[in-house]
């Protein structure tokens, strides 16, 4: 079993920054790909951004790009997530997903190809 744990969230003016974070306990942190998904108030949960085992992929959607950055650190178990120049329109519940892969450089982009959440973490962006 993997847990991740996310923090780092709060609220934050619209041009802002955040940096969220996810711990994952439970299995070596180099073997699982990890991604970053967001919900807002009434609508689906939709990918962020996600990065490989080893760091040297990644992916973002398109809304995200230029703005927001993922990284790892395979030392302290835990993923980033950058957040600059932030928008209202970024406000939602931001859920970190970890999963286990023999492949380097995978990057699912779709929720169900994750196999554990974290509960999420609240990112609020006023205007």
């Known amino acids: 079993q993997v847990q991740p744990v996310e923090s780092g969230g709060g609220l934050v003016q619209a041009g802002g920054s955040l940096r969220l974070s996810c711990a994952a306990s439970?299995?070596?942190?180099?073997?699982?790909?990890m991604g970053w998904f967001r919900q807002a108030p009434g609508k689906e949960r939709e990918f962020v951004a996600a990065?490989?085992?080893?760091?040297?992929?990644?992916d973002y959607t398109d809304s995200v790009k230029g703005r927001f950055t993922i990284s790892r650190d395979n030392a302290r178990n835990t993923v980033y997530l950058q957040m600059n120049s932030l928008k209202p329109e970024d406000t939602a519940v931001y859920y970190c997903a970890a999963k286990q892969t023999a492949l380097l450089f995978l990057v699912p982009t779709t929720q169900n190809r994750y196999d554990y959440w974290g509960q999420g973490t609240q990112v609020t962006v006023s205007s």
């Open positions: 990065i490989s085992r080893s760091g040297g992929n990644t």
């Open positions: 439970g299995r070596t942190f180099s073997s699982l790909t």
